[in-house]
């Protein structure tokens, strides 16, 4: 059974600085990997979608690495905002399922002015 | 592009009685929709898989007799939880698969938050 965790559960951190989020997943098998934001009370913004066969994908201060051989997953976030303050959710949709996808329990990411 | 509307964003209702959330593809065609529950500070749990034309499936645990999902259409599912108790009050989330296969991974509607008194 996949089951997918992500560590720090929380983390607060001072504006300006770069930081890691990290995702990983039990089984590698997986199609592919999405990152999320969550802002309270609201539904997902997707982030950036790796596919199994890639390595990383960046979007502006956003960068997203797999490793799916060792069952890992970073998001990279440079030069932290106050704006960047959410719940970052990771996905991973499995090969053994048409379309199921699978969420880490969230890490929630509060950047202090 | 790839949207999808959600409504209503909240609601509050009575013990008993049932409640109807909207989920709406609005620029592309939604073979399948997803459902999700989500308690405060935890991540989301697929419910059920919802697919064009035919009777949705299921997660375990999930009593499809209290929660029916209804996707009439390529743009639109529904899921109606009947009989509300207070511990059905949640956020509830639907997404779609954009563009038809694996590809393009999912978007998400904006959730609803379910009270029920």
């Known amino acids: 059974k996949q089951e997918v965790t992500q560590i720090p559960a929380a983390l607060s951190v001072p504006e300006g600085e770069n930081l890691v989020l990290n995702c990983s997943f039990t089984?590698?098998?997986?199609?592919?990997l999405q990152w999320f934001r969550q802002d309270p009370g609201k539904g997902l913004t997707s982030l950036l979608l790796i596919q199994s066969s890639q390595r990383e994908q960046t979007s502006g201060r956003l960068n997203a690495s797999l490793d799916k051989s060792s069952g890992r997953s970073t998001l990279y976030i440079a030069a932290s905002q106050p704006g960047d303050s959410a719940t970052y959710l990771c996905?991973?949709?499995?090969?053994?399922?048409?379309?199921?996808?699978?969420f880490g329990s969230g890490t929630r990411l509060s950047i202090r002015p | 592009g790839a949207v999808v509307s959600q409504h209503p964003s909240w609601v509050i209702c009575k013990s008993g009685t049932s409640v109807k959330i909207e989920c709406r593809s609005l620029d592309f065609q939604a073979t399948t929709m997803f459902w999700y529950r989500q308690f405060p500070k935890q991540s989301l749990m697929l419910m059920a898989t919802?697919?064009?034309?035919?009777?949705?499936?299921?997660e375990q645990g999930v009593e499809k007799d209290k929660f029916l999902i209804n996707h009439a259409s390529l743009t639109l599912s529904t899921l109606t939880v009947t009989s509300a108790h207070p511990e059905d009050s949640s956020f509830y989330i639907c997404?779609?698969?954009?563009?038809?296969?694996?590809?393009?991974?999912?978007?998400f509607g904006s959730g609803t938050r379910l009270t029920v008194v």
């Open positions: 919802s697919n064009e034309g035919s009777k949705a499936t299921y």
């Open positions: 997404s779609a698969d954009v563009g038809g296969g694996r590809d393009y991974g999912y978007t």
């Open positions: 996905a991973v949709r499995l090969y053994s399922s048409a379309s199921k996808i699978i």
């Open positions: 089984d590698s098998a997986i199609y592919n």
